[in-house]
T-cell receptor, first 119, second 116 residues
Framework: AQKITQTQPGMFVQEKEAVTLDCTYD???????LFWYKQPSSGEMIFLIY??????QNATEGRYSLNFQKARKSANLVISASQLGDSAMYFC????????????????FGQGTILTVHP | IAGITQAPTSQILAAGRRMTLRCTQD?????MYWYRQDLGLGLRLIHY???????GKGEVPDGYSVSRANTDDFPLTLASAVPSQTSVYFC???????????????FGEGSRLTVL
């Protein structure tokens, strides 16, 4: 079974509007972390935001927020006030903590969503 | 500037040839990883190393080997390249992660490999 699923191959948004990129995950581990990365057309991978499974509050970083719904196993990325520079591929990823508490951070990635911001 | 350096950035290779992708980090991270990126499949883990002297297999290890002789270097070798290994390869490192930190991955710029 897919551990990380991004069901939107492509998304379009108007500049200055908000957009939500979907991510669902599958794990039986009670301790895990969820990540979002951005990959612009230049190819580099840029870390955006992190949510730990025990975090009570949804993570926020500037215009990025993570809508964490633990019971639904979803970790959607919300980008507010979209900018042209937000056009990129976005990846959701998960790291599971194994029994014993510490895992060296192997991340499992979703398939990615290409976001296009229109002027 | 601290980070991860990959080489080469791009390579065209004949099938059957041996190829080593180099990866060096200067952040003193214990853990290092090799991923391949293919359209529609995201990034898939090839091999990883939790610390110098140890390596492990990821999701798609066949046809690849790695070594970790020291903390900084983590080369990926294709012993006999095949066209299905055409991909973009990313090296990454992390401080491992635990309950006190995120363990986010820091990525190199990627190596685009084409096997003909």
């Amino acid at each position: 079974a897919q551990k990380i699923t991004q069901t939107q191959p492509g998304m379009f948004v108007q500049e200055k509007e908000a957009v939500t990129l979907d991510c669902t995950y599958d794990t039986s581990d009670p301790s895990y972390g969820l990540f979002w990365y951005k990959q612009p057309s230049s190819g580099e991978m840029i870390f955006l935001i992190y949510q730990g499974s025990y975090d009570q509050q949804n993570a926020t970083e500037g215009r990025y927020s993570l809508n964490f719904q633990k019971a639904r196993k979803s970790a959607n990325l919300v980008i507010s006030a979209s900018q042209l520079g937000d056009s990129a591929m976005y990846f959701c990823a998960m790291r599971e903590f194994y029994a014993g508490g510490t895992s060296y951070g192997k991340l499992t990635f979703g398939q990615g969503t290409i976001l296009t911001v229109h002027p | 500037i601290a980070g991860i350096t990959q080489a080469p950035t791009s390579q065209i290779l004949a099938a059957g040839r041996r190829m080593t992708l180099r990866c060096t980090q200067d952040m003193r991270h214990n853990a290092m990883y090799w991923y391949r990126q293919d359209l529609g499949l995201g990034l898939r883990l090839i091999h990883y190393s939790n610390t110098a002297g140890t390596t492990g297999k990821g999701e798609v290890p066949d046809g690849y080997s790695v070594s970790r002789a020291n903390t900084d270097d983590f080369p990926l070798t294709l012993a006999s390249a095949v066209p299905s290994q055409t991909s973009v390869y990313f090296c990454a490192s992390s401080d491992g992660g635990g309950f006190a930190n995120t363990g986010e991955l820091f990525f190199g710029e990627g190596s685009r490999l084409t096997v003909l």
